[in-house]
């Protein structure tokens, strides 16, 4: 089935390490996500991008780093200097980009809970 | 912030139609509405879009304002699986509220 795979489910980082949040997608779409969900609020955008080897930050980048070397996948970092990385990352694909095309629909992956040792 | 604004929660009884609000004030003429829902510690999951006409699938109704700037997402007869968040976001904007959290009761 297509659709968009993150990985681990839950992941634990202890204090001063990076931790790297995997997301794959077999959709074929050129645009990726990743947001960030504390409890009990709404989603915020960390970094987007619309294309191979291209990305963009969001509202709260400080902290994380991403890449996009291959089309399908566009794993997130948290680093060490994300002082409160305890959350819910949801990583999203859409088949362009959706601020130019805004009748594209987002497609989420299953969310990776991340908490702090 | 997000640019559209929800109630925080709403209930409504099962087989009952359901309308949830969203206002969309500072839309602009080209920009969808989109709304999307959020099951406990899933990813949202699409329901619906549209820019200007009443919008139907098999999931909900959309019913927009015709100046643009409120929206409604009409579940016609809901059931407890319709228990979620609901989120109304303008695409050109990508932020997502808190939504509202709709309640079922049997």
């Known amino acids: 089935d297509g659709g968009i795979t993150q990985s681990p489910k839950y992941l634990f980082r202890k204090e001063g390490q990076n931790v790297t949040l995997s997301c794959e997608q077999n959709?074929?779409?050129?645009?990726m996500y990743w947001y960030r969900q504390d409890p009990g609020q709404g989603l915020r955008l960390i970094y987007y991008?619309?294309?191979?080897?291209?990305?963009q930050k969001g509202d709260i980048a400080e902290g994380y780093s991403v890449s996009r070397e291959k089309k399908e996948s566009f794993p997130l970092t948290v680093t060490s200097a994300q002082k409160n990385p305890t959350a819910f990352y949801l990583c999203?694909?859409?088949?362009?980009?959706?601020?130019?095309?805004?009748?594209?629909?987002?497609?989420f992956g299953s969310g990776t809970q991340l908490s702090v040792l | 912030d997000a640019k559209t604004t929800q109630p925080n929660s709403m209930e409504s009884n099962e087989e009952e139609p359901v309308h949830l609000p969203c206002n969309h004030s500072?839309?602009?003429?080209?920009?969808?509405i989109h709304w999307y829902r959020q099951l406990p510690s899933q990813g949202p999951e699409y329901v619906i879009h549209?820019?200007?006409s009443n919008v139907n699938n098999r999931m909900a109704s959309l019913a927009i304002a015709e100046d643009r700037k409120s929206s409604t997402l009409i579940l016609h007869r809901a059931t407890l699986r319709d228990a979620a968040v609901y989120y109304c976001?303008?695409?050109?904007?990508?932020?997502f509220g808190a939504g509202t959290r709709l309640t079922v009761k049997p």
């Open positions: 976001i303008q695409k050109d904007d990508m932020r």
């Open positions: 991008s619309q294309i191979v080897n291209d990305f």
């Open positions: 959709l074929n779409h050129d645009a």
């Open positions: 500072t839309i602009s003429g080209t920009d969808y």
């Open positions: 549209g820019l200007t």
């Open positions: 999203a694909s859409s088949d362009r980009d959706t601020l130019l095309a805004t009748n594209e629909k987002l497609f």
